[in-house]
């Protein structure tokens, strides 16, 4: 983002999924010696405004989003939530008997 300040960048989400990234490029007229500076050619246009979207995953913190401007890079930091651990397998015996469980069976 060359050019862009960082008070001119934007960045939000809407709706907990969608990352906006926004702005608007403004030329600075330049003095010099207290008069200013006509420009006889410019290659890129004197205003520019951008816009990207992003969807973001389920499992992202909101709360912790972050976003730097330095340098005409943009950086926006967007942490996971880990997952939950996996179930651990229980272990247990049974313990057998022949009269519980025949008399269970036996009944209409």
């Not at 989400?13 to 969608?18: A, G, K, L, P, R």
């Not at 405004?49 to 930091?77: E, Y």
Request: glycine share 4%; proline share 9%.
């Amino acid at each position: 983002m060359p050019g862009v300040k960082h008070t001119e960048v934007k960045v939000r989400v809407e709706n907990d999924e969608i990352l906006w990234i926004s702005g608007e490029r403004k030329r600075e007229d330049f003095f010099v010696g207290g008069r200013e500076v006509k420009y006889m050619r410019v290659e890129r246009n004197a205003v520019a405004k951008f816009l990207r979207k992003f969807n973001l995953p389920a499992n992202v913190n909101l709360d912790t989003i972050a976003a730097t401007c330095r340098h005409g890079l943009l950086t926006v930091i967007v942490h996971k939530i880990p997952p939950p651990p996996l179930p651990r397998p229980k272990n247990f015996d049974i313990p057998v008997t022949s009269d519980a469980v025949a008399s269970r069976h036996d009944e209409p």
